[in-house]
Nanobody, 130 residues
Framework: QVQVVESGGGLVQAGGSLRLSCTASARSYSAYAMGWFRQAPGKEREFVAAITWTGSSTSYADSVKGRFTISKGNVKNTVLLQMNALKTEDTAVYYC???????????????????????WGQGAQVTVSS
């Protein structure tokens, strides 16, 4: 079983910044494709950002482009989501999702659909106040 643990959520004023971190257990697989999704109250879960297991390619939702940055962390199987210029509409529970990588395939694209991920974290609350 793969454990996925998020951290870094919290309360911030509009215009501020937060950084989310997610780590997938390294004992199970060597590498993962990783992504972030969010769900606001009364809304469906939506894609936020994703990065390939190689770290060479990323994808972002239009609503966060230019404000959020996804990157690999220094710790193995860790992904970071730097969120700048936060807006009240960014308030949501943010979920990290991971999928074991096939290390023989390096020409991969970021996974942007929730169904493409096998394992999910418990979620981290991000609240942006006006």
């Amino acid at each position: 079983q793969v454990q996925v643990v998020e951290s870094g959520g919290g309360l911030v004023q509009a215009g501020g910044s937060l950084r989310l971190s997610c780590t997938a257990s390294a004992r199970s697989y060597s590498a993962y494709a990783m992504g972030w999704f969010r769900q606001a109250p009364g809304k469906e879960r939506e894609f936020v950002a994703a990065i390939t297991w190689t770290g060479s390619s990323t994808s972002y939702a239009d609503s966060v482009k230019g404000r959020f940055t996804i990157s690999k962390g220094n710790v193995k199987n860790t992904v970071l989501l730097q969120m700048n210029a936060l807006k009240t509409e960014d308030t949501a529970v943010y979920y990290c999702a991971v999928h074991p990588a096939d290390l023989t395939i390096t020409n991969v694209r970021p996974r942007v659909l929730g169904a493409e991920y096998a394992y999910w974290g418990q979620g981290a609350q991000v609240t942006v106040s006006s």
